[in-house]
T-cell receptor, first 110, second 112 residues
Framework: RKEVEQDPGPFNVPEGATVAFNCTYS??????FFWYRQDCRKEPKLLMS???SGNEDGRFTAQLNRASQYISLLIRDSKLSDSATYLC???????????FGSGTKLNVKP | EAQVTQNPRYLITVTGKKLTVTCSQN?????MSWYRQDPGLGLRQIYY???????DKGDVPEGYKVSRKEKRNFPLILESPSPNQTSLYFC???????????FGPGTRLTVT
């Protein structure tokens, strides 16, 4: 079993739609969680950290469910520019050791 | 401008010819990492460093070496590259252990 798993998609949605991604992780001792965005084999860029209480940044909302060991990302009012691959990243508490999901591809269409 | 830089950006080499990919950050970050990205496998951590002279293995360290003699630099060394090391490599740094990372632009390596 992979340490971090994501649905690879692609998710094809029209502009303005709401879309949600989930990511499951295997280690219950995981301590920090992030969503990154990656465009076409460019470097991953931090989208948002995920906090236990959930957090929101504009159209993006991230939530953490420790009991079920998953994190989620909700994108409201999708824009064409949101088309990218979204990476889920988990730190298992081992210093600076991180595990990445394989990514979920989002295509937002006009 | 705060950034992580990598060189070279593209490299084609032959099996067995030693190479070094450089990584430098100007944010005074203590923590740095190297990753490789392969289709369907996502990013996998090769090595990470907690500070100068402190490094540890990630998930896929075989065939790679690193050093951290200065805080800003974290070179990745392939002593004897093989075709299965053909990949896209990213360097990253962070200011807090387990915290958000900032990535370099990537190095696309092809070993023939």
């Amino acid at each position: 079993r992979k340490e971090v798993e994501q649905d690879p998609g692609p998710f094809n949605v029209p502009e303005g739609a709401t879309v949600a991604f989930n990511c499951t992780y295997s280690n219950s001792a995981s301590q920090s969680f992030f969503w990154y965005r990656q465009d076409c084999r460019k470097e991953p860029k931090l989208l948002m950290s995920v906090y236990s209480s959930g957090n929101e940044d504009g159209r993006f909302t991230a939530q953490l469910n420790r009991a079920s060991q998953y994190i989620s990302l909700l994108i409201r009012d999708s824009k064409l520019s949101d088309s990218a691959t979204y990476l889920c990243v988990v730190n298992f508490g081992n210093f600076n050791k991180f595990y990445f999901g394989s990514g979920t591809k989002l295509n937002v269409k006009p | 401008e705060a950034q992580v830089t990598q060189n070279p950006r593209y490299l084609i080499t032959v099996t067995g010819k030693k190479l070094t990919v450089t990584c430098s950050q100007n944010m005074n970050h203590e923590y740095m990492s190297w990753y490789r990205q392969d289709p369907g496998l996502g990013l996998r951590q090769i090595y990470y460093s907690m500070n100068v002279e402190v490094t540890d293995k990630g998930d896929v360290p075989e065939g790679y070496k690193v050093s951290r003699k200065e805080k800003r630099n974290f070179p990745l060394i392939l002593e004897s590259p093989s075709p299965n090391q053909t990949s896209l490599y990213f360097c990253a740094s962070s200011s807090v252990t387990g915290g958000p990372q900032y990535f370099g632009p990537g190095t696309r390596l092809t070993v023939t």
